[in-house]
């Protein structure tokens, strides 16, 4: 089975410029998370998608990060503009429809973005 | 809110030392608990979870955790460190509610002295 797919690996931008990250979840997996793990830090969730909907996106600051999945399986993360504090590894997760128990959740590899 | 706090950010081992990675929660009931791993340029993976039922619980590669309510801890144990183990260790807690929502630690890098 494959797991979950993310693209590009590593980007390197300048401040102010934007940028966009992919997603590709495990196949029949209905939702799909989006972290930001700053160095020396934890995973930190921005956004949570069921199906096409948004769950939660209450830690996504939302006037320069926006996120879509629009046929409800791949996902788009973008940043516009990028600051030097966006500098993270971005990490897609997706898992089973969550309802009332948990279902754990797979990640991909990440991307590392850097901002100069 | 929950939260988790990992105390230590740097471990140093040898290899066939036995190896005691803390985790302290918050959550005001019992939580969902999971330890994940990450190595350089990999994604997370998931080394065991606590739900319910016994407390000692059994992961992959030779690591256990034990869910102690009293002390509001999930500490990772594991017997004998391989070098392979070298990597970032992050405790994390889920919501029993639903939302399947995780709060991560800040983690802990362990290192492992041949």
């Known amino acids: 089975e494959a797991g979950v797919a993310q693209s590009p690996r590593y980007k390197i931008i300048e401040k102010r410029q934007s940028v966009a990250f992919w997603c590709n979840p495990i196949?029949?997996?209905?939702?799909l998370y989006w972290y930001q793990q700053i160095l020396g830090q934890g995973p930190k969730l921005l956004i949570q998608?069921?199906?096409?909907?948004?769950?939660?996106d209450s830690q996504l600051p939302k006037d320069r990060f926006s996120a879509e999945r629009l046929k409800g399986v791949d996902s788009t993360l973008k940043i516009q503009p990028a600051k030097l504090e966006d500098s993270a590894v971005y990490l897609c997760?997706?898992?089973?429809?969550?309802?009332?128990?948990?279902?754990?959740?797979?990640f991909g590899p990440g991307t590392r973005l850097t901002v100069l | 809110a929950q939260s988790v706090t990992q105390p230590d950010i740097h471990i140093t081992v040898s290899e066939g030392a036995s190896l005691e990675l803390r985790c302290n929660y918050s959550?005001?009931?019992?939580?969902?608990l999971f330890w994940y791993v990450q190595s350089p340029g990999q994604g997370l993976q998931l080394l065991l979870k606590?739900?319910?039922?016994?407390?000692l619980v059994q992961g992959i590669k030779g690591f256990e955790a034990e869910f102690k309510r009293s002390q509001s801890s999930f500490n990772l144990r594991k017997p004998s460190v391989h070098w392979s183990d070298a990597a970032e260790y992050f405790c994390?807690?889920?919501?029993?509610?639903?939302?399947?929502?995780?709060?991560f630690g800040t983690g802990t890098q362990l290192k492992v002295e041949l």
């Open positions: 606590y739900f319910s039922g016994d407390t």
């Open positions: 959550y005001g009931a019992t939580p969902y």
């Open positions: 994390a807690v889920g919501a029993t509610g639903g939302g399947n929502k995780l709060t």
């Open positions: 998608f069921q199906n096409n909907g948004v769950v939660d």
């Open positions: 997760a997706s898992s089973l429809l969550s309802g009332g128990g948990y279902n754990e959740q797979f």
């Open positions: 196949s029949g997996h209905a939702t």
